[in-house]
């Protein structure tokens, strides 16, 4: 081995080019088993972001089930989720360009059961005893009306719908118990979200299917209740923050029971339909994945004893849990490892990878390692991020030369950043930049009160942690003051914008369907968004204010630094108009602006051309700005004022 060249951060040359990244690279969705097969969901970049059905059988035969042009997709909410569900090998799932539900059954065309415009259904679960599927419809037929979830039933020979709950703004997470004679399900209304508060009501059900005596069992506008479930034996289990941490309980002889109190988190933000952290092995035992200070862990939970026992597993990330007696089936990551399909066998603790979101393989030296770090944020309090230095075994930089730094500002903003091992991460470290994706104040994983930081503080709280998480490394000497970046999509482009408008720390950023101006958002966006700033920022109209002064768009003479912006203009949750409202000003402003917008994406990038094209231009926005030079060529971005 040579020894390595000196050469500038950011002008290193690696093997993790974009199209590495996007030819080899697919993401995973929703799990599920029946019988010995197990069933899961990808989006492939290079088939233009579509969602296939796969089935692996016992045999280990893995097989493709849904044929082009279907499209396992959901719109409910807009993101979707719980898009598929399987009974004795036929699968019913919504395709994305219509939204109606079509069953499948192995070896034949998908065959529509659903009918008329404009209604979608997401998050369905099978009633055999009456031939229907029971799931979650939201209704956009009445233009200018705000659209109108329920629960329906919907028969599988096509032959009609019934609505079975109604009359409150949200629903999700339907249930049946063993014996097909209670329904639980969850509720809730604006303004909450699913995590600040909802609602698990129990429903019984006669002999028609229709819905009987119903009762509300917990929750309620300040409790947030996540994923319920009946255990084999019929009795009702679920996930409650009552004491400010996601924990497990049950619902046994009218009474909440807790299964096990833990200053860790066992759900999730309900951002999709049929997320799982928790499934049965049999009556009386849970295998879960429970989070602490933003790392995954398994255990097996003995519901009669209150006993966790840790499951050893290389994973870090860990979510999508399915389970039986013999094995438990999840989405598995961990720092030098992508999202992966893995099987654990609960009798003889053998770890099967079933698939990889990523065969590629990069060698050790052009991979940088996480770094967990805590760091000092305003008024005295912690604020939490992962750090990954550059690395790239056949460079070193000058010796007085300190790196860039990328910070990155996830979405949501009620999400997470994780360590798992990410391609896009490593994209900029083995070119030389180093990133700080930050796990900013309202990020899950920390528990309520630190999701709570956030409440009538966004586009503070998360600003102010990215910036003293940047201060925090230049502070130790480790990142160049001089060279400070951010970017993010959505929420996080939100952060981003705030963050280059008004402080002066970063000196360019990245923008991907980042809001610019908050009442104009409040006024255009879906429904399951549409008050969720009243906890975020302020009531409105009544602090309409409030929405001005935390809006970048109006305060473009703060703004000194250049920005790149990125834009599907199929967006239906940031609309277009967010972005370009920017960039004109910026243009107008005589400052160095980008613009790059994508023809049929919506929110999030999914086809590879534009993974592609974004990462690169983003790159070369940079090498531009800074001075560094690349070592591959890439399309050129047309910059203005510069």
Known sequence: MTDPQVAPYGSWKSPITTDLIVSETIRFGQIALDGQDVYWLESRPSEGGRSVIVRRTRGGQITDLLPPPFNARTSVHEYGGGSFVISDG??????FADQRIYRLTPGSEPQPITHGENLRYADGVIDRQRGRMICVREDHTVAGREAVNTLVSLALDGSGTRVLVSGNDFYSSPRLSPDGSRLAWLTWN?????WDGTELWIGELRADGSLGHSEH??????????????????????????????????????????????????????????MSTYAFASAHRIICTYTEQGVSHLASLDTTTGKLEPIETPYSNIGQVRATAERVVFIGGSPTEPASIVQLDLNTSRIDVLQRSSNVTVDAGYLSSPESIEFPTEHGLTAYAFFYPPQNRDYVAPHDERPPLLVMSHGGPTAAASNIFDLGIQFWTSRGIAVLDV??????????????????QWGIVDVDDCVNGAKYLVNRGIVDGKRLMI???????YTTLCALTFRDTFKAGASYFGLSDLEADLLETHKFESRYTYRLVAPYPERRDIYYERSPVHFIDRLACPVIFFQGLEDKIVLPNQSVLMVEALRAKRLPVAYIAFEGEGHGFRRAENIKRSLEAELYFYSRIFGFPLADAVEPVLIENL
């Open 90 to 95: 036929t699968i019913y799932f919504s395709n």
């Open 190 to 194: 604006h303004p909450n979200m699913p």
């Open 217 to 274: 069992v917990v929750g309620g506008t300040d409790e947030s209740i996540f994923q319920p479930e009946w255990s084999p034996d019929g009795v009702l289990h679920f996930v409650s923050d009552r004491t400010g941490w996601w924990n497990l309980y049950c619902w046994r002889n009218g009474s909440i029971v807790p299964l096990c109190e833990k200053a860790a988190e066992f759900g999730l933000p309900q951002w999709v339909f049929g």
């Open 439 to 456: 796990n900013y104040g309202g990020s899950t994983g920390y528990g309520r009160a630190y999701r709570e930081r956030l409440d009538g």
């Open 487 to 493: 970017t993010g999509g959505s929420a996080g482009g």
